[in-house]
């Protein structure tokens, strides 16, 4: 059941692709867990801090472009690509690994992180790889997709992805502190659904 149905509406997505994504569920094939998290979340952060080269990413960024990589990939395909969960955080969501992943890639000396400051004088962390990243546990599939949402997403300010992950209706609908379900990608509005055009850009990618 939806939470917090009294306080929002929420109109299924009635794309093409979304009405055999449904047939996916009813055939009651969907994983959740694609893998183990335990080692595939970290290596997908890693992998994510990489693209950005020397001048790094934001840990904000990188939090949002983890989920966004996780959830449209489930809108998709009807499976995470690391099997990761995420909470409800005060802003946005966030895979509860997330703190954990970045603290053991650097002391594994994969990644640093770097304290700087913006232009309007707040404090920001920035993640580094200095090392390659292991991609060994991905399919060619899952580096099409994370690669797909860096190039939608990598470009916004921090302000920016998190404005947009609070218009998410997985993260609207639920409570502060609990578990996103998977589920609720298939009720997303326009704003941050995989789109008809864009899914047959990845799908002709992955032949």
Known sequence: ????????????????????????????????????????FPAMVHYIISKFGERGIPKTLLAKLCYFSDFDNYELYAES??????????????AAEFKNSCGRLERAGKIKIRET??????????????????VSG???????????????????????????????????STRPGEIIDYELIFYRNSMTSVSDDETEELESGSD
């Open 1 to 40: 059941m939806l939470k917090y149905e009294s306080q929002i509406s929420i109109t299924p997505n009635i794309h093409i692709h979304w009405v055999l994504k449904m047939s996916i569920l009813d055939s009651g094939s969907v994983r959740a867990d694609n893998g183990s998290s335990s080692e595939k």
């Open 81 to 94: 690509i690391t099997g990761e969960k995420y909470r409800k955080a005060e802003h946005g969501p966030l």
């Open 117 to 134: 400051e913006t232009a309007g004088g707040n404090r920001m962390s920035k993640c580094i790889s200095v090392a390659d990243p292991d």
């Open 138 to 172: 991905f399919s060619k599939r899952d580096l099409e997709m994370i690669d797909w949402v860096i190039e939608r997403y990598g470009r916004y300010t921090t302000r920016a992805i998190s404005e947009i992950s609070y218009n998410d209706i997985p993260w609207v």
